[in-house]
């Protein structure tokens, strides 16, 4: 399984370039949401298998189906691919 984690690495680095075009408010949502797949992604790397709660990854994607409709071009289309990218995981991770 610890190749589903690869759906969170690829989700960051869309949220990694969804801030580099977002304002202020966007780019603070942003970085909480940042912040949450790190922990997941760091917490599931000290387990023996990667399984990270499903509750906090669908708090985060319900957070970035929020920014997506907030954020403005290109940031939408960099958010929308990482929530995919989390559901992706969801979905197909269990």
Known sequence: MAGMS????????ELTRARDH?????????????????????GGRTQREFDPKDDRLAELESKLDGLVDE?????REHVA????????FRTEGR
């Open 6 to 13: 690869d759906h969170l690495e690829r989700a960051h680095e």
């Open 71 to 75: 954020a403005d071009e290109p940031t």
């Open 81 to 88: 691919r990482a929530r995919a990218y989390v559901h992706e």
């Open 22 to 42: 977002a304002g202020s408010v966007v780019r603070k949502q942003l970085a909480s949401v940042e912040e949450g797949l790190t922990e997941e992604v760091a």
